[in-house]
């Protein structure tokens, strides 16, 4: 099991990076995914990117590199992810788009937790 948070995964550098930022990100967010792959599940919990509606084009990038190391990360919203904080506008989110393609599986009720069948565990998001 792989336990990560606060990713926050963008598209632009930060203003006091003076590295490759995006190379380096990517970088990082695929060694967690190959170390999720040899031992699932991913659990990520908050955060997943850097504000709420990351743009199509991370979308895509985060859709394709799931897809490519076969990764399904249970996933808790953090307030980064959340539109106006709100988790009722979830749907609106980037989170909700990956959810939506199935490459992620979105916790957000600690009343309905998700099974581990690798670990017997339950995975309660709060």
């Known amino acids: 099991m792989i336990l990560s948070a606060d990713l926050h995964l963008r598209r632009t550098s930060p203003r006091a990076r003076t590295d490759d930022y995006i190379s380096t990100q990517e970088k990082k967010f695929r060694f967690i995914l190959e170390q999720a792959k040899n031992s699932p599940p991913l659990l990520v919990a908050g955060d997943f990117f850097n ?3 990351p743009g199509e084009g ?3 990038w985060v859709i394709n590199l ?4 076969d990764v399904k990360p ?3 919203p953090g307030q980064h992810d959340l ?3 709100s988790l009722e506008q979830i749907g609106e989110s980037g989170l909700g788009v990956l959810a939506a393609a199935e490459v992620i599986e979105l916790l957000t009720d600690p009343r309905m937790p998700h099974y581990d069948e690798n670990s017997g565990w339950y995975i309660s998001g709060c």
Not at 66 to 69: G, K, N
């Open 83 to 85: 539109p106006n904080h």
């Open 58 to 60: 991370l979308l895509r």
């Open 51 to 53: 504000q709420p509606r």
């Open 74 to 76: 249970i996933v808790v």
């Open 66 to 69: 799931l897809r490519e190391y």
